[in-house]
């Protein structure tokens, strides 16, 4: 009896196995938004924290105060990155709950 809860126990875990990797591709088409600044600079992000895009409002450019534009870039793309580590643990947290696993999302 005991062989065939580990082997039930087995294919449950494969076949969750390949639902994470699919909820894994599926996060790669997904996109976060980040703006910052009043919607001076947006950053596009994809699940898989790729930086897809980034939106700079001609009125944040100024020659003499290129720091703020860094700043603004800055917080826009780490804002991106947060969502993006949102975005994961809506989506492969489900896998994971319950399961003491750090550093896996």
Same mark, same amino acid.
């Given at each position: ?41 947006? @950053?596009?992000?994809?699940? %898989?924290?790729? *930086?897809?895009?980034? &939106?700079?409002?001609?009125?944040? !450019? +100024?020659?003499?105060? @290129?720091?703020?534009?860094? %700043?603004?870039? *800055?917080?826009?793309? &780490?804002?991106?990155?947060?969502? !993006? +580590? ?20």
């Amino acid at each position: 009896m005991e062989m065939k809860n580990m082997g039930n126990m087995m294919k449950q875990m494969q076949k969750m196995q390949k639902q994470m990797m699919k909820a894994q591709e599926e996060l790669k088409e997904k996109t976060v938004e980040a703006t910052v600044g009043g919607g001076m600079v947006t @950053v596009i992000a994809s699940g %898989d924290k790729r *930086i897809l895009e980034v &939106n700079i409002s001609e009125d944040v !450019v +100024d020659p003499d105060d @290129v720091e703020m534009l860094q %700043d603004l870039i *800055i917080a826009a793309t &780490n804002e991106a990155l947060k969502k !993006v +580590d949102e975005l994961v643990e809506q989506d492969l947290g489900k896998f994971t709950k319950g399961l003491n696993m750090p550093g896996m999302f």
